[in-house]
């Protein structure tokens, strides 16, 4: 696949089949995570899988209990209260692997060079068939220390992009993108 078909046809993924990823899959995929740009050349990322669908729906209930207390609590957003409360709303959509960017640096710019390490994996999921989707909104519950011991990931590191992965059972409907906003400058 060339690079713009990856770019174009990629999607968040919602809907997983039950194959497992293989690890030597999983490995290629973050070595073309871990060659994204980042500040000077720092780094400062590393990467955790969880490949246990047991354990990542164990995870995805817990982190929506978790979450429905937040939201109940300090409603920014109702309808994310609302789709957590679906019934048969699964978090991670049953999706066969959970991959985890973190950030090893608190440096200014950590973040946003994981994000990168996340769009090339990403990019390159797609280019080999496979779903992904950024959920964003179990962060916060992965980052609770309590979580992050029991997932083995180091105190001072910080999840930036829980993403899941496995291969889709189709290929969703792109969405309607807004023009391109450019301003030429002189």
Known sequence: MELMDAIVTRRATREYSDTPVESARIEQLLNAANLAPSSMNRQPWAFAVLADPERIEDHACRATCWLKAKFAANPADPSLLRLLETPGYSLF??????VFILATSADQQAAEDCCLAAENFMLAARDEGLGTCWIGMA?????????????KIPKKYQIVSPIILGYPKGCPEPHERNPVEIHWLE
């Open 139 to 151: 962060r916060p519950w992965f980052n609770l220390p309590a979580v992050k011991a029991e997932l």
């Open 93 to 98: 959509h049953h999706a066969p692997v959970l």
